[in-house]
């Protein structure tokens, strides 16, 4: 049979009935394909799936330092607040000032502090004043076994110094 040029699908019907008894059916279909695990047994889809990337990972920031605020015991020794009495004295600190002094009461009530003034008086007995400081850095002397608590100034200018430092090296 000689060679014909086919245009388009009505044509081929008609070119392959004349040469089959049978016509072929051209048509798109719509019949579904079952997942490869139905096809082929044995074969489950997580056993060969790809794993989903690994997202980049943003530079970890630094924690913020939480400060614990410690006073002066007879001038001579930097003792910390219970954490009750450090939290109350951070959260108080945070308030806005309302132009009187902000007095927190600590160790059970036996003792107040004036936030604002930065000492603690006792209530009950007569005994010193002790200075108020809260601390997050702290530095050893040499010759001394106990550290001592920056400056809230100098803590701060450290507290970005480091900081800055460690966005410049990230």
Not at 109 to 137: F, M, P, T
Not at 140 to 155: A, F, N, Q, V, W
């Amino acid at each position: 049979m000689p060679q014909q040029s086919i245009t388009n699908v009505s044509q081929l019907q008609q070119t392959e009935s004349q040469n089959h008894d049978t016509p072929i059916n051209l048509t798109p279909t719509t019949a579904k394909i079952p997942p490869i695990s139905q096809r082929t047994p044995g074969l489950s889809p997580s056993k060969y799936s790809v794993p989903p990337p690994t997202p980049v990972a943003e530079p970890q920031l630094p924690e913020p330092v939480v400060p614990h605020w410690f006073y002066l015991k007879e001038g001579r020794k930097w003792t910390p607040f219970s954490r009750i009495d450090s939290e109350s004295l951070e959260l108080a600190s945070q308030a806005a000032p309302t132009g009187k002094d902000r007095i927190v009461p600590t160790d059970g009530g036996r003792y107040d502090v004036n936030l604002d003034k930065r000492l603690q008086h006792a209530i009950y007995w007569d005994e010193s004043v002790s200075v108020v400081r809260r601390c997050s850095w702290f530095c050893k002397g040499s010759g001394e076994s106990k550290l001592t608590p920056y400056t809230e100034d100098l803590s701060s200018q450290l507290e970005v110094f480091i900081t800055l430092v460690f966005y410049l090296n990230s």
